[in-house]
């Protein structure tokens, strides 16, 4: 344990780092006072005290690992449980007043007490209008009147219009309403538009209003429509303007639609209008009932287990399920057969043959739970780490063994980052510990039934 901190300490050097290292910190002194609770069989003394200890423990992450299933499958299922329905927005009221400061609107549960909307992010925001009713600035608070933090990492946001009342500008804001870097790598966002009033551009800066590369490694886009109106046509551009390659290489991205306007193909181009060839050798994707399906530069079909499996949560979850059986039942040598595959198929969807990344560390965080299971991506992440949690208790019934999760995502997103082929992300750290914990959980609990049935 002191060894994976050690190296921690020395990985998270740069000025970002020590955020995660903090993190990493209390979660060990979180275990460390739980420790005293975890009493495994065998390996200390069980007397009455213990015993009720070690039962009221177990039903604790028992009903943990039943809440964590239900809101896995009810993420991925078609049938949506409206679990946390009462701290969404559109089951929340809204309470409209004008004040001194502007125009403000309150989400209130059914008790008239100002509530914060999970897929909000935030309790109340105040709009302050210019003389033509433009809304100038928004600000964003929590339900204890503080401000909010949104997913883009602003508090706030700050509207610019021109002549003719359009939306030109757009700064985000911290809470003491300074400009400020989202997480999508820019603090200001300007727009042009074409003769039919349709955006036509829009440039990204930073804080000091300097040219500011996104997350995507484009300076800003150009959209080109067609007879419809819809956008037909992208062009990632450069600091001045001109078609630049993104971190994905392609410059251009061309959209065709269906007689119903449903969009059902993008082709992706390079600066020289070549085919681009993206990450998995993909040089677009064709849409079937919403979901992306690499194609070649011809138009068919590719099938590519990592974007597969990324895409599809449900297959993960269900890959996730049949692994932990098979390996609560295998013997100690299939056991150990399975965690060299295991870390062989985690280097090859984390590390091996990745698209190319953005280079930067992300803190694109949930800050709730209905964010976390609504997101795809963390869900996936968390399900990837549980089938190793529970190899390694198995092999080993230690809870010391829950480093190794961490350390390892440590080093996968590290790896990312110094290679290039991802961005040292803080969320799928978190994401991916807390698998390897709760495949922990779920051999500790589950292997003395197998092993009393056996």
């Known amino acids: ?79 949506k449980w409206q679990f946390p329905a009462w701290r969404l927005s559109a089951h929340l009221t809204t309470k409209t007043q004008k004040t001194s400061e502007g125009t403000r609107k309150d989400y209130v549960n059914s008790l008239g007490v100002i509530t914060v909307a999970l897929d909000k992010n935030y309790a109340t925001v105040i709009k302050t209008m210019d003389e033509n009713g433009n809304c100038v600035l928004e600000r964003y608070f929590d339900n204890h009147g503080k401000p909010a933090i949104l997913d883009t990492g602003s508090s706030a946001l700050r509207r610019e219009y021109d002549s003719e009342g359009r939306w030109i500008s757009t700064t985000y804001l911290d809470s003491k309403l300074n400009p400020v870097v989202t997480n999508h790598g820019y603090a200001l966002v300007r727009r042009t538009y074409n003769e039919n009033g349709k955006v036509e551009t829009e440039m990204y800066f930073d804080a000091d209003g300097l040219p500011a590369l996104d997350s995507y490694k484009k300076y800003g886009i150009r959209y080109e429509y067609n007879e419809d109106s819809r956008i037909a046509v992208t062009t990632n551009l450069d600091a001045g303007g001109n078609a630049m390659n993104n971190k994905d290489q392609y410059a251009i991205g061309k959209r065709f639609y269906s007689s119903d306007g449903k969009l059902y193909m993008v ?9 681009a060839k993206l990450g998995y050798g993909q040089s677009g994707y064709t849409y079937i009932n919403g979901s992306p399906i690499c194609i070649d530069e011809n138009g068919r079909r590719m099938f590519i287990l990592r974007h597969f499996l990324l895409r599809s949560t449900f297959t993960v979850l269900v890959i996730g399920i049949l692994l932990l059986l098979l390996i609560m039942f295998a013997g100690r040598t299939l056991t150990w057969i399975l965690l060299l595959l295991y870390l062989a198929f985690i280097a090859y969807m984390t590390v091996i043959n990745r698209e190319a990344g953005n280079g930067v560390i992300t803190w694109d965080i949930p800050l709730n739970y209905y964010l976390f299971f609504k997101s795809r991506d963390l869900l996936a992440n968390t399900w990837l780490f549980i089938p190793l949690g529970a190899i390694l208790y198995k092999q080993s019934h230690i809870w010391e063994i829950i480093a190794i999760p961490a350390a390892l995502s440590l080093i996968i997103e590290t790896s990312q980052l110094i290679l290039g082929i991802g961005a040292f992300e803080v969320s799928d750290l978190i994401t991916n510990t807390l698998g390897g914990i709760i495949g922990v959980i779920i051999c500790y609990l589950l292997e003395p039934l197998i092993r009393n049935r056996q």
């Open 1 to 79: 344990m002191m060894n994976a901190l050690i190296i921690a300490q020395y990985v998270v050097s740069i000025h970002s780092f020590p955020h995660i290292l903090q993190s990493l910190q209390s979660a060990i002194s979180w275990y460390q006072l739980s420790k005293q609770f975890l009493i495994i069989p065998g390996k200390q003394s069980m007397n009455r005290s213990n015993i009720i200890t070690k039962r009221i423990w177990t039903a604790l992450l028992s009903l943990f690992l039943v809440i964590f299933f239900l809101l896995s499958l009810n993420s991925v299922l078609p049938l």
């Open 267 to 275: 082709m992706y181009y390079d600066t020289d209008g070549k085919p």
